[in-house]
């Protein structure tokens, strides 16, 4: 399985426009930060809901990555989010992602949104990636 | 009810970061489009889904706006996707947004996003809006 | 393809709970009828969310069979609805089933609901059914 | 707040169709139980998608209920599934409700669906409940 490192390069070029960091890689949770800076805010001073969905979308990503492998191919189908409270807008995101279902074609899992300081949930979200078959 | 350029302005102030533009508005259904240039596009020469989920939801925002007139506090309370077929890489993306439901304190709307030029659906998106009570 | 009346004595077997009928077939839509008696409602009078949620994911089922043929093996990955308005009490309930995606592994359709006799939809749902490889 | 007499009995008199059991009842979470017997099974012999969804939105409604008290007012306003395994057989399904959200007019929870023996979950859902405004 990929190290840290590993996922830390493939992160950052995949996704070079983003600026998310792994904040903690367990076997069956995984954490991304999103570090809040003031070009990330909205008018009214909090965090977008798209970077809220990008944060998860990756967080997803990195909790199938780390326990497949690295396998670029791998395709979110579905992604449902709710979103519950403000976050705080001098605070970091945190995305806490627990994988539901592994299987061979289809994996499944949840991310928690929360603020950095608030144990509250900001955000939920539910996402299925399509995983390409396995040459063996 | 806000005109064109009020929504324009609205958008540009709003969403400094985006460059969303809007393509048609009508009261029953507008769509948004999306200028895809190079630095939209992830490694395989396609858009990313968190494009396409900020598109989604900025246009389920205007179709609410356009009928309900400007109002800042509405957000965006849940948001559903499903990704369908890869993003052209060389074609702009269209989002037409038509919403299902206007009630008073709740919007529900279901955003198809396309490639122009391909007909197919690339996502398909249903949101919420919650709306904040309207001082008479 | 199956013909209607496949179709309907497949629905027979593998829902016999249920009295959904096929109201109409076409490559690009289907629709199901779902008879209301008092059986079926709340009180309140209203039809249940779960007879809505049934109705809708066999719409899908359907729409989907219609399309590749009669394989039992098709299952629900996905579905998420939204409840928009009260239906009547007192007419029946009709689904409507678009097919946005038919892939080989993976389909993926919208239902709109309806009270017969009122245009505006009641509910609204997309669904996901994974497909088993074919045999050739 | 309502005890768990008082909420079996509003759940056999709101739903008399159904046979749901409260299986346990604390703050942060409640347990349903939905015995399961050869009238649920589907051909193939597992539990129906529809028998699953109409427990989680019982368990949803149930956890919301203990909090807020029997108002029977609350609506469902969306749910979505993610169904993951086959349920088993010949075991109960027990569905864990835990509210990720409770607010004045909007509650947010999550459901996992189990097969009773396995702690796998067959089915996740989330959903959300309007709640009617309360006369002081």
Redesign the interface.
């Known amino acids: 399985m990929p190290t840290r490192t590993e996922l830390e390069v493939f992160l950052a070029?995949?996704?070079p426009?983003s600026d998310f960091l792994i904040e903690s890689l367990e076997p069956e949770q995984i954490t991304l930060r999103k570090p809040v800076s003031f070009?990330d805010l909205?008018?009214?001073g909090t965090v977008?809901?798209?970077t809220m969905?990008?944060l998860a979308?990756c967080a997803l990503y990195v909790a199938i990555l780390a326990r497949i492998g690295i396998v670029?191919l791998a395709?979110?189908?579905?992604?449902?989010?709710?979103?519950?409270?403000k976050p705080l807008s001098e605070a970091d995101l945190l995305a806490t992602c627990n994988l539901?279902?592994l299987?061979r074609?289809?994996a499944?899992g949840?991310v928690q949104l929360y603020s950095e300081g608030d144990e509250?949930?900001v955000a939920?979200a539910?996402g299925?990636y399509?995983i390409p078959p396995q040459s063996d």
Chains 1, 2, 3, 4 share one sequence.
């Open positions: 070029t995949e996704f426009q070009a909205r008018p009214g977008s809901g798209p969905m990008a979308d670029p395709v979110t189908t579905s992604l449902s989010f709710n979103f519950m409270r539901l279902k299987g074609s289809l499944v949840e509250r949930a939920h539910v299925t399509s």
